[in-house]
């Protein structure tokens, strides 16, 4: 603006993002309050024999929520420096399933539509966004992906290689638990990532040394990426204390 202000757009942009000069952070507090009671409700909702008069509160709140959150989306349509790139975004494709199952459930008495309202657990993807910390967490994953990538294709080498072991020593013995190897990969994927429901498990004794193996194996499986985003984490941590810290100051000569 030629005056210095910043246009309405502008305004309302830092009103819901928690930035506004005089809004401050209220207007995220009240959407995070709104979240956190659609959740409550959806789990309330999934009780069975509640009374008509529960049922209609909970219809009733549903309905204020959404409209609520509609009106949100709209502003953040009409506030965009790009509508359309919000609109197709990851946020505005979240924004608009948490709103979207109920407009199509008005009416609908179906068992398949009214069961769309659950996807109304989306709003718990709205709390996140809200999260600024997530944001370090993303720019962290973001810093280590190219590792992450590697590490995910060797992850999924050493899952096939695993079931392929315990499938040649146990097929044999259990030829109903590990019938092919795809029921080895069932078994490696739990076992790597030391689940371990013992649904199915190795009975000879080369499986059970192979078995051990994989759990050392899984140990560093989970340990890896752990590492690799705790380290990032680290290093955007020490980055912000180094542009926050004031500077030293002034010596006398």
């Not at 219809?59 to 349509?77: G, K």
Request: with cysteine; hydrophobic share 55%; glycine share 6%.
């Amino acid at each position: 603006m030629a005056d210095g202000r910043p246009g309405w757009r502008a305004e309302i942009r830092a009103a819901i993002e928690g930035d506004h000069a005089r809004l401050g952070r209220l207007v995220p507090f009240v959407l995070h309050g709104l979240i956190v009671f659609s959740l409550i409700t959806i789990a309330l909702d999934t009780i069975p024999d509640l009374s008509d008069r529960t049922r209609d509160f909970l219809d009733a709140a549903e309905l204020v929520v959404v409209v609520i959150f509609t009106v949100e989306y709209a502003l953040r349509i009409v506030s965009a420096t790009r509508p359309l790139r919000y609109v197709f975004s990851f946020w505005g494709i979240v924004d608009l399933l948490a709103i979207l199952p109920y407009y199509l459930t008005l009416g609908g008495h179906f068992r398949i539509i009214r069961a769309l309202r659950l996807v109304r657990v989306f709003w718990l993807f709205k709390l996140v966004r809200y999260t600024r910390a997530l944001d370090t967490l993303g720019r962290a994953i973001r810093s280590v992906r190219e590792e992450l990538i590697v590490f995910l294709i060797a992850a999924l080498v050493v899952v096939y290689f695993c079931a392929f072991g315990v499938y040649y020593f146990e097929n044999a013995a259990q030829p109903d638990k590990f019938a092919s190897i795809f029921d080895g990969i069932w078994w490696a994927a739990v076992t790597l990532t030391t689940v371990g429901y013992g649904d199915v498990i190795p009975i000879t004794t080369m499986g059970r040394v192979f078995t051990i193996l994989v759990l050392f194996v899984g140990v560093g499986i989970i340990a890896v990426p752990t590492g690799l985003i705790a380290t990032a984490l680290a290093t955007i941590r020490r980055e912000h204390a180094t542009k926050t810290e004031p500077p030293p100051p002034d010596r006398l000569p």
